[in-house]
């Protein structure tokens, strides 16, 4: 099966950057996306940003244009930079694979553990 490790998290001011990092091991053939999800205490986990197998990128309207979504397939590793980070965008992000569907949250069969982002105002 597939197993997914984070890093990358931490304590950021607003208008700085941090990049995420997923790195993937076992069966990673089976991934045809892998997304990043995040979760701001007593709220619900949220969708970020994905990409497919294909190359192709998603992203939530909140994030457009300060995130970017990026793999090496080399390393079977998914990076989210963050860019321009404001203190709505403090949550546990979380990586997460799919066999198939970018969409909706069940679709993931696999989460990591989360790394936490702060940022402060």
């Known amino acids: 099966q597939v197993q997914l490790v984070e890093s990358g998290g931490g304590l950021v001011q607003a208008g700085g950057s941090l990049r995420l990092s997923c790195a993937a091991s076992?069966?990673?053939?089976?991934?045809?996306?892998m997304g990043w999800f995040r979760q701001a205490p007593g709220k619900g986990r949220e969708f970020v940003a994905a990409?497919?197998?294909?190359?192709?990128?998603y992203y939530a309207d909140p994030v457009k244009g300060r995130f970017t979504i990026s793999r090496d397939n080399a390393k079977n590793t998914v990076y989210l930079q963050m860019n321009s980070l404001k203190p709505e965008d403090t949550a546990i992000y979380y990586c997460?694979?799919?066999?198939?569907?970018?969409?909706?949250?069940?679709?993931?069969?696999?989460w990591g553990q989360g790394t936490q982002v702060t940022v402060s105002s």
């Open positions: 997460a694979a799919s066999k198939n569907a970018l969409l909706p949250r069940k679709a993931y069969d696999t």
């Open positions: 076992g069966r990673t053939s089976n991934i045809y996306y």
């Open positions: 990409i497919s197998r294909s190359g192709s990128t």
